[in-house]
Structures are given as C-alpha cells and as structure tokens.
C-alpha cells in the first residue's frame, strides 16, 4: 500500500463490523516524506523509522501535510508469527538490529513493484514476508528466537552492505566477513549461490552501478570511477571494457544519443 495525502486519519476500533471477520493481521509501514503518527497498543510512533502494527487491535494513523508512507501489510500467517509475537514486538522495532535493513527494504517496495510481473511479485512478497518474521522474531524476549533471525538475514544483510559501501575503495570480501562477524570461508560458502566469488560480485555490482550513472548523467569518467570505488580511471576502463565490449566514454556516447 502506498499513500500520499496532505492529511489524513485512519483507525480501526474493535466493535468495527468491517473488521469482525478480519484474520490476524500485521502491517510494516514507513514515513520518508512528511509528518507520520500512529498509535497502536498504547504505543505511540512518529518520524522516519519503521512503524508495525497490529491490525487485529485498535490503532490510528495520521497523516499530517505533504506526506508519503509505504505499507507492507499481511495476515500474520503468511511471514509465519502468531498474534502474540507480533503484539509483544510492537513499539520495540527501532531497537532491533535489522531495522535499517528493513526500512530500506519497504521504501524500495512501491517503486519496485511497477516494473515487476505477477511472478516476481509473490516472489517479492514472500522476501518481504520473511524479513518482516526476521524483524519480529529479531526484537523477541527469547534468545533463541533473536539468534535465529540474524541467522537467516545474514546473507539479506551482507547483500545489503556491500550495496551500501560499493563506493568505498577498501571494500573486500575480508572487510565484508569482519564486518559480519563470520570467517572468509563462510562468507564464500554464502555467495556461492551467485555463481561468482565475493570479489567478482562486488566489482559486477561496481560496474552496474557506472553504467547506470553514464547512461543517466553522463558525468565525467573519472568522477563514476572515483564514485564507486575503483582504483582510478584507467582501471575503471578496462573493467568496463572487459564487461561491456567499449569503453565507458563510448558507452556515454552510445546512450546520450537521441532516437
């Protein structure tokens, strides 16, 4: 669900008819633009961090000014979580270490979903699923539940990390295990499902990345290589070159062209 508004209040009270028949239901909502208060169980949320409800009990959200807010809302059976569970996490979620991760992921969910097929879409869904259980189960007062959520999400947040830090230099599949707390063969053990090594993703990931800001912006060489982390410009050359059969200023040629 994705709202835009400049004000709006929406509630849920239990004596609700409309809801009489409603399963267990959750919903995973964020806020990047505008001013967002929700109150659910006595808890009360506000700004721009992940806000979950429980859509069973009485809850309110207000939408105040220019405002936009993605949702990702399910039956509470479908990421696999009892009512209970879902409940309990309430107004606990900024303490949980998958938060970021999250939030990042619900926000790329409505522009996302546009260019996605029915297929890919329940396929989406399901990831989204399973890191809301993650988020959940993440912020649970039993550890066994904590430790396996992060467990689950290790490959979603090694994935995440070097998405976010492509542009660092010193980013290496030795930085990326230290900073999960796993061994280097672990961590190729991992990504063995990508069909390349740790080292050969990243630099794939890299080259994407410039190829997307030389077809858009058309900016100057040196400043995508510097961008996203290769060693100067005449790496960045041959990599791209090796890749994609031209060189990157060729590529920002071909792409600037009119039709």
Known sequence: MRVTARYLQLSRRKRSPRFMSSGERLSVSVNPVGDCRTNGRGVQASGRRLRLLDLTSDFSICYRGSCRSVAFDSDNAYPGLSVDAVRAAVGR???????????????????????????????????TADLVRALVQSVSSRDADRKGALAETLPNRIDDYIRRHL????????????????????????????AETPAE???????????IDLAQDSPAVGVVA????????????????AAYGMTPGEFARTASKPY
């Open 226 to 241: 510097q961008r996203w982390g290769f060693k100067d410009q005449s790496h960045f050359t041959r990599r791209f070159k």
């Open 167 to 194: 542009g660092d230099a010193d980013l290496s599949p030795a930085r990326i295990a230290e900073a999960h707390h796993v061994s280097l063969r672990y961590l190729y053990v991992l990504l063995a499902e990508k």
């Open 93 to 127: 979620t900024d303490a949980s270490p998958l938060h970021d991760l999250v939030y990042r992921h619900i926000i790329s969910l409505a522009d996302l979903a546009r260019g996605l097929t029915a297929d890919t879409l329940l396929t989406t869904g399901a990831a």
């Open 201 to 211: 993703w990243i630099m794939s990931q890299r080259l994407n990345a410039a190829r």
